[in-house]
Protein backbone atom coordinates (compact mmCIF):
# COMPACT_ATOMS: atom_id res chain seq x y z
CA UNK A 1 0.00 0.00 0.00
CA UNK A 2 0.91 3.70 -0.16
CA UNK A 3 0.75 6.77 2.42
CA UNK A 4 2.01 9.84 2.76
CA UNK A 5 1.14 11.89 6.04
CA UNK A 6 1.49 15.36 6.39
CA UNK A 7 -0.09 17.51 9.21
CA UNK A 8 -3.75 19.11 8.01
CA UNK A 9 -3.17 22.53 9.68
CA UNK A 10 -0.81 24.94 10.65
CA UNK A 11 -0.69 28.88 11.23
CA UNK A 12 2.47 30.67 11.83
CA UNK A 13 3.05 34.02 11.93
CA UNK A 14 4.21 36.67 9.19
CA UNK A 15 8.57 36.86 8.76
CA UNK A 16 8.45 33.87 10.99
CA UNK A 17 9.68 30.28 9.49
CA UNK A 18 7.85 27.54 9.16
CA UNK A 19 8.60 23.81 8.41
CA UNK A 20 6.41 21.56 6.79
CA UNK A 21 6.58 17.37 7.12
CA UNK A 22 6.06 14.75 5.22
CA UNK A 23 6.42 10.99 5.65
CA UNK A 24 5.74 8.85 3.31
CA UNK A 25 5.47 4.81 2.08
CA UNK A 26 5.37 4.12 -1.25
CA UNK A 27 5.58 0.85 -3.73
CA UNK A 28 9.13 1.99 -4.81
CA UNK A 29 10.69 5.62 -4.60
CA UNK A 30 11.88 7.76 -7.45
CA UNK A 31 11.70 11.60 -5.86
CA UNK A 32 10.05 13.66 -3.67
CA UNK A 33 7.74 16.86 -4.96
CA UNK A 34 6.02 19.86 -3.26
CA UNK A 35 3.33 22.15 -4.71
CA UNK A 36 1.76 24.95 -3.61
CA UNK A 37 -2.25 25.24 -3.93
CA UNK A 38 -4.08 28.21 -3.29
CA UNK A 39 -7.78 27.74 -2.42
CA UNK A 40 -9.69 27.77 -5.78
CA UNK A 41 -6.32 27.34 -7.82
CA UNK A 42 -4.64 24.55 -9.76
CA UNK A 43 -1.02 22.96 -7.51
CA UNK A 44 2.07 25.09 -9.06
CA UNK A 45 5.60 23.41 -8.67
CA UNK A 46 7.65 24.46 -5.74
CA UNK A 47 11.11 21.69 -5.50
CA UNK A 48 11.75 18.56 -6.26
CA UNK A 49 13.99 15.84 -3.99
CA UNK A 50 15.99 12.59 -5.62
CA UNK A 51 18.83 12.21 -3.37
CA UNK A 52 19.09 13.11 0.43
CA UNK A 53 19.79 16.02 1.81
CA UNK A 54 18.75 19.82 1.29
CA UNK A 55 17.58 21.84 -1.75
CA UNK A 56 17.42 25.54 -1.46
CA UNK A 57 15.14 28.10 -3.54
CA UNK A 58 14.59 31.42 -2.56
CA UNK A 59 12.72 31.75 0.93
CA UNK A 60 11.83 27.88 0.00
CA UNK A 61 14.33 24.97 0.93
CA UNK A 62 13.14 21.13 0.76
CA UNK A 63 14.87 18.67 2.30
CA UNK A 64 14.76 14.60 1.42
CA UNK A 65 16.04 11.71 3.88
CA UNK A 66 15.08 8.56 1.84
CA UNK A 67 16.34 5.83 4.36
CA UNK A 68 13.64 7.75 6.98
CA UNK A 69 10.86 8.09 4.38
CA UNK A 70 10.68 11.71 5.26
CA UNK A 71 10.53 14.72 3.82
CA UNK A 72 10.15 18.54 4.91
CA UNK A 73 9.28 21.80 2.98
CA UNK A 74 10.79 24.86 4.80
CA UNK A 75 9.44 28.50 4.34
CA UNK A 76 11.73 31.65 5.56
CA UNK A 77 10.21 35.00 6.15
CA UNK A 78 6.66 34.12 5.73
CA UNK A 79 4.49 36.43 3.96
CA UNK A 80 0.68 36.98 3.90
CA UNK A 81 1.24 35.62 0.61
CA UNK A 82 2.15 32.13 1.46
CA UNK A 83 -1.14 31.01 2.86
CA UNK A 84 -1.64 28.37 0.88
CA UNK A 85 -2.14 24.33 0.98
CA UNK A 86 1.19 23.03 0.52
CA UNK A 87 0.93 19.28 -1.36
CA UNK A 88 3.64 16.46 -0.61
CA UNK A 89 3.97 14.27 -3.58
CA UNK A 90 5.86 11.46 -3.86
CA UNK A 91 6.75 9.70 -7.56
CA UNK A 92 6.05 5.89 -7.00
CA UNK A 93 8.08 3.60 -8.33
CA UNK A 94 5.99 3.17 -11.46
CA UNK A 95 6.77 7.16 -12.08
CA UNK A 96 3.91 8.03 -10.91
CA UNK A 97 2.56 10.98 -8.36
CA UNK A 98 1.29 9.74 -4.70
CA UNK A 99 -0.32 12.84 -3.19
CA UNK A 100 -1.01 13.38 0.40
CA UNK A 101 -3.75 15.25 1.63
CA UNK A 102 -1.92 18.40 1.79
CA UNK A 103 -1.19 21.15 4.71
CA UNK A 104 -2.94 24.52 4.57
CA UNK A 105 -1.03 26.79 6.22
CA UNK A 106 -2.18 30.53 7.23
CA UNK A 107 -0.19 33.50 7.61
CA UNK A 108 -1.39 35.70 10.63
CA UNK A 109 0.34 39.26 11.21
CA UNK B 1 2.10 31.05 -23.62
CA UNK B 2 -0.77 29.18 -22.97
CA UNK B 3 0.78 26.07 -20.73
CA UNK B 4 -2.07 23.46 -19.92
CA UNK B 5 -5.77 24.46 -20.97
CA UNK B 6 -8.63 22.67 -19.41
CA UNK B 7 -12.74 23.00 -20.72
CA UNK B 8 -15.24 23.47 -19.31
CA UNK B 9 -14.13 25.54 -16.20
CA UNK B 10 -17.58 24.28 -14.55
CA UNK B 11 -19.86 21.48 -15.58
CA UNK B 12 -23.35 20.37 -13.91
CA UNK B 13 -24.68 16.64 -15.21
CA UNK B 14 -27.61 14.50 -14.62
CA UNK B 15 -27.11 11.14 -13.63
CA UNK B 16 -26.33 8.87 -16.33
CA UNK B 17 -25.11 11.56 -18.61
CA UNK B 18 -22.13 11.17 -20.61
CA UNK B 19 -19.63 14.31 -20.95
CA UNK B 20 -15.76 15.40 -22.03
CA UNK B 21 -13.33 17.07 -20.15
CA UNK B 22 -10.85 18.87 -22.42
CA UNK B 23 -7.35 19.20 -22.15
CA UNK B 24 -4.76 20.97 -24.01
CA UNK B 25 -1.25 22.16 -23.58
CA UNK B 26 1.12 23.35 -26.15
CA UNK B 27 4.39 22.68 -24.67
CA UNK B 28 5.49 19.50 -26.60
CA UNK B 29 5.04 17.35 -23.38
CA UNK B 30 4.70 14.29 -23.40
CA UNK B 31 3.80 13.00 -20.26
CA UNK B 32 -0.11 14.26 -19.42
CA UNK B 33 -2.13 13.03 -16.85
CA UNK B 34 -5.59 13.76 -15.08
CA UNK B 35 -6.37 13.47 -11.47
CA UNK B 36 -9.38 14.26 -9.40
CA UNK B 37 -9.44 16.18 -5.94
CA UNK B 38 -11.88 15.91 -3.44
CA UNK B 39 -11.81 17.38 0.53
CA UNK B 40 -10.05 15.85 2.31
CA UNK B 41 -8.18 13.58 0.51
CA UNK B 42 -5.20 13.95 -1.55
CA UNK B 43 -5.07 14.49 -5.94
CA UNK B 44 -5.76 11.15 -7.14
CA UNK B 45 -4.44 9.78 -10.52
CA UNK B 46 -7.58 8.59 -12.88
CA UNK B 47 -5.67 7.78 -16.28
CA UNK B 48 -2.00 9.03 -17.49
CA UNK B 49 -0.52 8.82 -20.72
CA UNK B 50 3.50 8.42 -21.61
CA UNK B 51 3.00 9.79 -25.17
CA UNK B 52 0.28 9.77 -28.22
CA UNK B 53 -1.16 7.13 -29.34
CA UNK B 54 -0.40 5.27 -25.21
CA UNK B 55 -2.51 5.51 -21.84
CA UNK B 56 -2.33 3.94 -18.81
CA UNK B 57 -4.89 3.07 -15.71
CA UNK B 58 -4.10 5.27 -12.78
CA UNK B 59 -5.28 5.08 -9.03
CA UNK B 60 -8.87 5.39 -9.93
CA UNK B 61 -9.82 5.06 -13.41
CA UNK B 62 -13.55 3.23 -13.02
CA UNK B 63 -15.85 5.48 -15.24
CA UNK B 64 -13.70 7.30 -17.23
CA UNK B 65 -12.43 6.83 -20.61
CA UNK B 66 -9.15 8.74 -22.30
CA UNK B 67 -7.52 8.60 -25.74
CA UNK B 68 -4.47 10.47 -26.87
CA UNK B 69 -4.45 11.13 -30.48
CA UNK B 70 -1.78 13.94 -30.57
CA UNK B 71 0.81 15.15 -28.43
CA UNK B 72 -1.38 18.31 -27.15
CA UNK B 73 -4.74 16.85 -26.22
CA UNK B 74 -5.77 14.42 -23.68
CA UNK B 75 -9.88 14.77 -23.22
CA UNK B 76 -10.77 12.53 -20.27
CA UNK B 77 -14.40 10.95 -20.87
CA UNK B 78 -17.26 10.38 -18.19
CA UNK B 79 -19.34 7.22 -19.50
CA UNK B 80 -21.88 7.19 -17.65
CA UNK B 81 -21.62 10.46 -14.75
CA UNK B 82 -22.91 9.22 -11.32
CA UNK B 83 -22.58 11.16 -8.19
CA UNK B 84 -19.74 10.21 -7.15
CA UNK B 85 -17.76 11.55 -9.56
CA UNK B 86 -18.23 15.41 -8.63
CA UNK B 87 -15.07 16.66 -8.04
CA UNK B 88 -12.61 19.16 -9.06
CA UNK B 89 -10.88 17.63 -12.48
CA UNK B 90 -6.88 18.77 -12.95
CA UNK B 91 -5.17 18.24 -16.22
CA UNK B 92 -1.10 17.96 -15.57
CA UNK B 93 1.50 17.86 -18.19
CA UNK B 94 5.10 17.48 -18.07
CA UNK B 95 8.28 16.73 -20.15
CA UNK B 96 9.07 13.15 -19.08
CA UNK B 97 7.20 11.66 -15.99
CA UNK B 98 9.86 12.43 -13.52
CA UNK B 99 9.52 15.96 -14.00
CA UNK B 100 7.30 18.81 -12.65
CA UNK B 101 4.00 19.13 -13.59
CA UNK B 102 2.20 21.66 -15.11
CA UNK B 103 -1.49 21.43 -14.11
CA UNK B 104 -4.17 23.58 -15.64
CA UNK B 105 -6.63 25.43 -13.49
CA UNK B 106 -9.60 22.83 -12.90
CA UNK B 107 -12.83 21.26 -14.05
CA UNK B 108 -15.42 22.01 -11.59
CA UNK B 109 -18.10 18.76 -12.33
CA UNK B 110 -20.90 18.62 -10.24
CA UNK B 111 -23.55 15.47 -10.34
CA UNK B 112 -26.62 15.79 -9.57
Known amino acids: GQNIDQPTEMTATEGAIVQINCTYQTSGFNGLFWYQQHAGEAPTFLSY????GLEEKGRFSSFLSRSKGYSYLLLKELQMKDSASYLCAALTGANNLFFGTGTRLTVIP | NAGVTQTPKFQVLKTGQSMTLQCAQD?????MSWYRQDPGMGLRLIHY???????DQGEVPNGYNVSRSTTEDFPLRLLSAAPSQTSVYFC???????????FGDGTRLSIL
Open chain 2, 49 to 55: SVGAGIT
Open chain 2, 27 to 31: MNHEY
Open chain 2, 92 to 102: ASSLQRNQPQH
Open chain 1, 49 to 52: NVLD
